[in-house]
DNA sequence: CGCCCGGTTGACTACAATCAACCCATGTGG
DNA sequence: CCACATGGGTTGATTGTAGTCAACCGGGCG
């Protein structure tokens, strides 16, 4: 749902090079020159910086359709302004990915080329945007319990798809992976996953986690 | 000083009507129909949202400069696509603050005549962007004081002035602001920021921040 | 086989939320 | 002009949540 049809931009990221990565490879860090942009055709990665202090925070997760990294691409030397992010952000695939990479000289002067194009652009951005907006909503719930929910939420809002009666999240995440991405330890995750399991408000399966009902889900958060 | 020179668009909106408001008005709010957007002239704004228990989550500031509300208007029915974000999101004056408005349709109408506007447009999403993306970081540490440090150094960056050897943060910000903008309670921000002041990290009179040394405060960071 | 990763569980502890006062400055209405 | 309310800041005492440390389990894989 929120992965828009990016007709133009597809067409453009399949004339590129296809790359078939495996699980845990890294696609970029924003060390690099930023002489490249991907598309995601199949699989999922997750971009993320280490801190000063060695924690690792996962920023953002991404699926088929998605587009990165879009703030490095950009901007460019040319207007003179770097990226404000302090600290390496990696991306790294979760699972098996087939990408399509493209060369970032190419990709700025392709949506220079078409208004259609920068359009397109522009609500993939604002996609990766209110993202970001939900996750942040949810890292400032005081309790571990209401800062799980939300983010599950926020999944199925990007990640969902509708199995008989419910919704299924289509992205294979660990604990150790949600747990970094918001702030929180790796115990807490699975201590709190076993209680909504007990109540009833989740399933899990190996890495897969299924929820039945969203609007229960989202009562919880008024406690 | 990531307020980007808008050449264009600050010109555009010097065309519309100015507004005058006094602190604590409420701008615009994502209830209502999304007919006007803002450019900040003077003065300071915040986005903020209540969840359903009933907390304050301050997202933003927007200082001079600043244009709002770029989600809403970008995202226009006619594309069929619509707000991602749960809850009504309020922009509120923080201080006194004067404001060019204008109308949502002119203003779409305006950016898709000129691709330098478009530019223009998409650095004013991306600073956005990594405005949310720092704060999320900050939000991502563990403990009160590590989640403040962050947030302090981030807001420096955005609204710092240079002053005899330090930085001065122009956002006049309270506790309260700081505190809801962090997840956390209100004395907690007070209780850290007496224990920054008595190490020296940083000094406040009234509702300004002093920060004599920004690198020695990033080297909190890492413990 | 043994290692590593992901998940689970228990015990203990520290940090921050909460509740409760209180101070001070400002603003406002009688 | 005083009385009072309000908002911002400060401080202390208490409690609960979640972080930490530790151990263990099962499965996949070299």
Redesign the interface.
């Known amino acids: 749902m ?1 992965v ?1 049809d990016n007709v133009l931009l597809e067409q453009f990221f399949r004339e590129g090079v296809q790359l078939s990565l495996t699980a845990d490879e890294i696609v970029y860090d924003s060390d690099d020159e930023p002489d490249s942009v991907f598309l995601i055709q199949d699989g999922y990665v997750k971009s993320y ?1 280490i ?3 060695g ?1 690792f ?1 996962v ?1 953002n997760f991404y699926g088929p359709g998605s587009i990165f990294p ?2 490095p691409a ?2 460019t030397k040319s ?1 003179g ?1 770097s ?4 600290g390496t952000i990696y991306f790294e695939c979760m699972t098996g990915a087939v990408l399509y990479k493209r060369n970032t000289d190419e990709f700025l002067d392709y949506i ?1 080329s078409d ?1 259609g194009v ?2 397109e ?3 993939c ?13 949810a ?4 309790t571990a319990r ?1 800062r799980i929910v939300h983010q599950l ?1 926020t999944l199925a ?1 990007r990640f969902g798809a509708p199995v008989k009666e419910g919704i299924r999240i289509s992205l294979p995440i660990t604990h150790q992976d949600l747990s ?1 991405n ?3 330890a790796r115990e807490t995750v699975t201590r709190e996953f076993e209680n909504l399991r007990y109540e009833g408000y989740i399933e899990t399966s190996n890495q897969c986690i299924f929820l039945p009902d969203l609007d229960e889900l ?1 009562k919880l ?3």
Chains 1, 2 share one sequence.
Request: glycine share 4%.
């Open positions: 929120p828009w910086t801190d000063n202090g924690e925070k920023l879009l703030s950009l901007r207007d302004r990226f404000m992010v302090r220079n208004p920068y359009k652009l522009m609500y951005v604002l996609s990766n945007y209110e993202m970001h907006l939900s996750s942040a909503e890292l400032r719930f005081r209401n939420l809002d970094d918001l702030g929180m989202n958060l008024e406690t």
